[in-house]
């Protein structure tokens, strides 16, 4: 006998089915709350509502754990590759060897974009934001794969679009970095797995072959790795909103792109190297920093702390923390930004206000280190989030298109406005 909830609307009571996951997440269904009450939920941020069932990726807030199709990110991020985790976060299982390496060799073929396209760099400003053209040129590839645009996919078109937007985001990327520090682009070479071919084509110039640093490489593909999906955030559940109208893909992830522009999400790991910065620079003591974190009207927060659904560590900051000590090691080389993101976790994590509003470093409080170490620069942060998120996008984007119970999204409101009125012609207000 399934579980139920029953409540009650004016005087009648109303009983509703309780869906339980394979977690043991347990959620209201509420599909016939309205046409059965005239009642409607209000749910400010969506912080209590579920909007899909999926198979992806499970988070459990309180305890920090974090799994890709049921992989814990620990064991993803020690053992796995970013283009094995890709797979098996669109296509839902471990590639075999073969699988993973025809998938390679498909992503290696889709990388470069097409030869025209280099001709929408030159109409973008040197300072043009790498979101903005990152967003921008999404639509363009869309534009060089018409048949990848309507309808639903088969498997088979699945890959091919998983394979040319895994590709071509990297190259994008490295070209958005050359472009804006008037480099020319530098050709993708097959021989390079994902993430040594991308730095390939962002540090070394045309005629140069890249002398990948394996420390270095393993560290831009563990970034890759730790932030590839993480259920219903919002920049995923806006790829799931843009979807859900039939949207192709392509312009479903450059929705994506745009949604994790902002500080509080995607953009949050420029603003924590940012504020390292500033303390670090104006020589503000940690005491200092925490009263301003701590005050309502400093307008200013830690970033990098807190979370919607970790209420514990994030486990990919832990993960990451290490990293930044393995990175820099292998680099000898030292980052003062490091000693002060560490001095600034010891006193939250020991303060009565975090600790209270379960406030805990988030991915990007170290990710950022991270790739200041291996010399991604400050405004591309961003886009290697992007560039990390793109399985979790299509995957949310292709779980919801073959979902035969999917519809468009359309929520509902509270209408405060004004109450019916008359029109009054110009001259007479
Ligand atoms: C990502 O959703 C995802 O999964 C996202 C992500 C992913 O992989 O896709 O994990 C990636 O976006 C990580 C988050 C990156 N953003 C930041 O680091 C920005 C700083 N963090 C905050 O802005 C905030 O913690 C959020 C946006 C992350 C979460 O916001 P919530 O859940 O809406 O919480 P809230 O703003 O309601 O804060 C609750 C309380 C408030 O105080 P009170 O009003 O209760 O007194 O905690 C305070 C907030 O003022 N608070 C902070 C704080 N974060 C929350 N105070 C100081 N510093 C902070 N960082």
Known sequence: MSETVKATFDGKEIEFPVIVGTE??????????????????????????????????FIDGEKGILQYRGYPIEE????????????????????????????????????????????????FPANANPMAILSAMFNMVSCYSPHLLDGDYTPEQLVEASARLLGKTSTIAAYTFKKANGRPFSFSNPKLDYSANF?????????????????????????????????????????????????????????????????????????????????????????QVMERAKDKNSGFRLMGFGHRVYKNFDPRAKILKKACDKVLASLKTRDPLLDIARALEERALEDEYFIERK??????????????????????????????RMPGWIANWYELRTDPNSVINRPRQVYEGATKRSYVPVDKR
């Open 359 to 388: 406030l805990y470093p988030n991915v990007d409080f170290y990710s950022g280190i991270v790739m200041r170490a291996i010399g991604i620069p400050l405004d591309m942060f961003t886009v290697m989030f992007a560039m990390g």
């Open 199 to 287: 730095l390939h084509m962002m540090f070394t110039e045309p005629y140069q072959e890249y002398m990948c640093d394996p420390d270095v490489v393993r560290a831009m593909d563990l970034i890759l790795v730790l932030h590839a999906d993480h259920e219903q955030n919002c920049s995923t559940s806006t790829v799931r909103m843009v979807g859900s109208s039939r949207a192709n893909l392509f312009a479903s992830v450059a929705s994506g792109v745009a949604a994790l522009w902002g500080p509080l999400h995607g953009g949050a790991n420029q603003a924590v190297i940012k504020q390292l910065l500033e303390i670090h620079e104006s020589g503000q003591s940690i005491d």
């Open 76 to 123: 993803m991020a020690e053992k796995s590759t970013f283009l094995e985790t890709a797979y098996l976060i669109i296509f839902g299982e471990l590639p075999t060897k073969a699988e993973l390496s025809h998938f390679q060799e498909l992503v290696a073929k889709h990388t470069p974009i097409h030869y025209d396209m280099r001709h929408a760099f030159e109409s």
């Open 24 to 57: 043991n997440e347990k959620a209201i269904d509420i599909s016939k709350l309205r046409s059965s009450t005239g009642y409607i939920t209000f749910d400010d941020g969506y912080k209590n509502t579920g909007a899909c069932r999926s198979k992806i990726t």
